[in-house]
């Protein structure tokens, strides 16, 4: 089991930028592809963006894509969530997973392909 810690939640103005950034320990972090979920108040917990082990493929939900990106650190087991351009619809509770994984290059954009869950951070987006 990996433990993630996610940071960098806050309150931001739409147009604005924050970056995410969660910490994984306990296990090694390059065997694991990473992902970040969002759950908005009263709505499902969606996908939005995913990175594969090596970090050389990216997925990303429609909604955000060309506005956020997903990287990772393997030195520093990190992964960071780089959104710009936020609009009060980005506003929502946002986790990132991992999924150990024998496919190098391969990012997963099921929320049932993640084991390990992060306790989220929160965005908010004023207009």
């Known amino acids: 089991q990996v433990q993630l810690v996610e940071s960098g939640g806050g309150l931001v103005q739409a147009g604005g930028s924050l970056r995410l950034s969660c910490a994984a320990s306990?296990?090694?972090?390059?065997?694991?592809?990473m992902g970040w979920f969002r759950q908005a108040p009263g709505k499902e917990r969606e996908f939005v963006a995913a990175?594969?082990?090596?970090?050389?493929?990216?997925r990303y939900a429609d909604s955000v894509k060309g506005r956020f990106t997903i990287s990772r650190d393997n030195t520093k087991n990190t992964v960071y969530l780089q959104m710009n351009s936020l609009n009060p619809e980005d506003t929502a509770v946002y986790y990132c997973a991992a999924h150990w994984s024998i496919y190098f290059s391969e990012p997963y954009a099921q929320e049932s392909d993640y084991g390990d869950w992060g306790q989220g951070t929160q965005v908010t987006v004023s207009s």
């Open positions: 306990g296990r090694t972090f390059s065997n694991y592809a």
């Open positions: 990175i594969s082990r090596g970090g050389d493929a990216t």
